[in-house]
């Protein structure tokens, strides 16, 4: 088991820029595990997600890990646990060098609790 570091952003309905990273056990995720990624807001200062940007709507969403991590699934809860949304990812080689995971068009709600977490491999 290795773990990894996970970095990337969102663009929100508004046009805002969301940097996502990951800080959950020290700044890495560990294989096998789901963590949760966190925003970090104008002040610097890294937050749940919705403690940034609660009330807006995520359009898109890309995420990369360390060279050689495979991202296997990233998942957007609900405030009560439930599934909104599960992508699954892949690893960054050939034609796919700049992320893990790219997706566009989407129209999921930030509401206070919502979490993104991502499960990764090596």
């Given amino acids: ?45 890294q937050n749940q997600l919705w403690k940034v940007a609660e009330g807006r709507r995520i359009r898109e969403l890309a995420l990369q890990l360390a060279d050689g991590s495979i991202l296997t699934t990233v998942k957007v809860y ?3 646990g439930g599934t909104i949304a ?15 995971l790219s997706v566009k068009g989407l129209n999921i709600p930030i509401e206070k609790g919502t979490a993104i977490k991502l499960n990764c491999a090596d």
């Fill in 1 to 45: 088991m290795t773990d990894t570091n996970a970095q990337g952003k969102l663009v929100l309905d508004n046009g805002q820029l969301i940097h996502l990273f990951g800080i959950s056990t020290g700044g890495v995720f560990t294989d096998g595990s789901e963590a949760e990624i966190y925003a970090k807001d104008l002040s610097s200062l």
């Fill in 78 to 80: 609900s405030p009560n």
């Fill in 86 to 100: 599960s992508w699954r990812g892949n690893e960054r080689t050939g034609n796919n060098m700049l992320v893990n």
